[in-house]
């Protein structure tokens, strides 16, 4: 027998390509409409393989199949995350007769031989592309292009001078938010960063801060930041530190600082296959960072949020996500809240107030539905946190 899978979708584009997205393995085919003919007759509950041969032509290379799927991600990490590669046309698409037109569909789990079905899911080796969670398939990508991970974080954020963010959700989300909040609350404090970077968000902190220290593991990243730092070493300066270990620098003492800002760094903190000693050590990071805080004193959490990596498809106005994961990850690499805040609680910090940061409008200009998804569905949260009181 053969079935259609259930876990597909079907999208018609145009000029008569169509476009079959399948949910679960965020892979994208383009198929001529007759391959879409076909594929209701087989439906959902099925027909015989000698059926379907009966009723449609073999032999005859009539049906046109094209693979449209690249990783989204990679110019930058908040696209959208449907992997789909627009540029791919019907007239790229190579012509298959029925007997070829299954076995393709079988291979991309548009069809499949029985209801029940294991889906490859899961990486198997360090060239396995388009497998295993967000971080294993960027670690392939980084191999099959011959970059190293370090320098493309920085490449898929900011401009080429290392001083200006792309015209991304990075510069109208983040930024816009982050600027409002420094101004707002770092007036005369001394503020600690860590996973600083190339010290960008550190430079903004400065404007407003006493007193600014970054601190990054990465030392090429340290000394991008200390070389555009020449001029502002009375208040702000920048070292190399692994936080897994106990801070040996004389500026950064217990009870010092108002603010230590953790921006796009905590999800690493759950993501064992990419960060495996962060990630063991997550509970004793968070509790020497609590030491460092001043009476009073604010650890500033910002990451993307849970409506981070859905697929995002529809309208300009109306667009909507496809949702397939979220107890359980197999390619999204956020956490649960339940178990960031059994983290936080179990390294004596309490929540006192969770932020959603909204869109700059001027992004619609850029992306209309970008703008209208991310204005309904936000890509960052920001958790505020505090020593629970002993």
């Known amino acids: 027998m053969l079935y259609l899978d259930e876990n597909v979708l079907m999208f018609f584009l145009e000029n008569g390509k169509i476009r079959i997205y399948h949910t679960l393995l965020r892979q994208n085919t383009l198929v001529s409409s007759n391959v879409i003919g076909l594929l209701g007759f087989i439906g959902i509950k099925g027909q015989s393989e000698t059926t379907v041969k009966e009723k449609y032509a073999e032999g005859s290379r009539e049906y046109l199949l094209e693979d449209a799927t690249k990783m989204a991600l990679w110019d930058c990490m908040l696209n959208n995350p449907d992997n789909y590669k627009e540029d791919v046309s019907m007239q790229q698409a190579r012509a298959y007769d029925l007997k070829e037109l299954i076995s393709q569909l079988e291979k991309r789990f548009i069809l499949k031989r029985s209801k029940e079905v294991e889906y490859p899911l899961k990486k198997k080796g360090p060239f396995d592309r388009m497998k295993g969670t967000l971080h294993q398939q960027l670690g392939a990508e980084a191999l099959f292009r011959k970059k190293s991970i370090s320098e493309w974080w920085s490449c898929q954020k900011f401009n080429e ?68 730092n020449k001029d502002n070493k009375d208040k702000l300066n920048f070292f190399t530190a692994n936080i897994i270990n106990d801070i040996n620098i004389d500026e950064v003492s217990k009870g010092s600082f108002d603010y230590i800002f953790l921006i796009d760094i905590f999800l690493f903190f759950f993501s064992g296959e990419f960060q495996n000693e962060l990630s063991s050590n997550k509970e004793k990071i968070l509790k020497q960072l609590a030491t460092l805080l001043a009476k009073g004193g604010k650890i500033v959490i910002m990451d993307p949020s849970n409506y981070w990596l ?81």
Request: hydrophobic share 35%; net charge positive; glycine share 6%.
């Open 161 to 228: 001078d290392m001083k200006t963010v792309k015209e991304t959700p990075y510069r109208y989300i983040q930024e816009y938010f982050l600027e409002k909040y420094f101004e707002e609350k770092l007036v005369g404090k001394k503020v600690l960063e860590i996973g600083c970077g190339t010290g960008y968000y550190c430079h903004k902190m400065a404007k407003y801060a006493k007193a600014v220290i970054g601190l990054d593991y990465q030392k090429e990243y340290i000394e991008i930041a200390q070389k555009n």
């Open 310 to 390: 859905i697929p995002r498809f529809g309208s300009s106005k109306y667009p909507f996500g496809v949702v397939t994961e979220y107890k359980n990850n197999y390619f999204r690499i956020i956490s649960n809240l339940d178990e960031i805040t059994k983290l936080f609680y179990s390294s004596g910090l309490v929540v006192s107030r969770i932020l959603e940061p909204e869109i700059n409008e001027k992004f619609k200009d850029i992306n209309e539905r970008e703008y209208h998804f991310m204005k309904q569905f936000p890509q960052w949260w920001v958790f505020e946190l505090e020593k629970a009181a002993v």
